[in-house]
């Protein structure tokens, strides 16, 4: 009996088995595969959602700022110092520079020997070359004159040798104080300190000053030095004549704070000069944004390209595109003609990219009072 049942059982056979291990393999490396796949499929969807959101979002903030040139400020802009020992220039911060050049030694404002701070400045291939064998990117630039401040309540003068603001407050009560987005202890009982840390006057800002000689309307803009002092009104503010963006010449012959301490009564203004480039000093290149003359922040991450070309139009009605126009006042279109993203890290098939075009229509830049 035990040998007939011995005899019945039955195995695999060593064929049998290579051919189930071979379906099984077939098997695993089918659902490896689609799993693969599906992960891939799944970082290449993450990561463009995450540049899609990046790009966007600098695109969101370039348009805003481009959107609001010149606001705030006197129409076609603001002639800067003339006949000093330099000129002004932006693109820096306290400590170095970011633009303009290698290594970056800022860039001066355009009017040659009479230059001018303009509502819009284009800076056609002034940033960096990201790839070897690709065109130097674009920056820009804007200026526009801080609304949120009630600047009207105070009044400013100089010193004899034009390095040093006494401003005081002429009115407690900030022109529509309920809408300004400052602290609650700032407001119609409690006056706005140009001290304060958070929003008062800062190292690197600009400020537009403006008074009266005669009949007539003078401005200069000055850079402050040193961080406001005071507590409460008269605050003063440094305007040192080796600031480090050449705004406060005390030799320049006209266009200066030097002309205006004889004057009494100044009203003042801060200025956001903003400035947008391209930086691939870190080795990843990211858009920056810089304000005035303090230290730029990061915008966007793995923004390879920025190129802009501008729409002009002269007195006569004659339209021209230009990504390095002449006559800044004639501006009247910004198009972005390219922010392209790229992805942070490769995929199989290599990195992404995102490419974003769109147009902001600026504010009259040649002003004319025609109904004077």
Partial sequence: MTAKLRRTEKGYTLMELLIAMGLGLVVVGAAVQLFSRSMEGTFLVAQRAEMQQDVRAAE???VKDIGLAGAGLPPGGVALATGGAKKPIYGCDQAKCYVGGSPPAGISFPGG???YLYWLTPGFQLGPVVFSGQPATDIITVAQGDTAFPWANYQMSMNSSATTGTVNLVTSAPINATSLPLPDVCNAKTPCKLSDPAYGLKTGDLVLVSGKSGANTISA???VS???TGTATPYTVS???TDALGFNQSGATSNSLAQMKSLTGLSITRLFLITYYISTANGTPTLMRQVNGQTPAPVAENIINLQFQYDTYDDTGTRSYSSSPTSLNQIRKIELLHMTARSEMRGAKGY???????SVSARNMSFKNRYQ
């Fill in 60 to 62: 969101n903030m370039l």
């Fill in 113 to 115: 020997s009479s230059p």
């Fill in 221 to 223: 803009v000055g850079e």
């Fill in 226 to 228: 040193a961080n406001v």
């Fill in 239 to 241: 305007f040192s004549a």
């Fill in 352 to 358: 992404q990219t995102m490419d974003i075009q769109t």
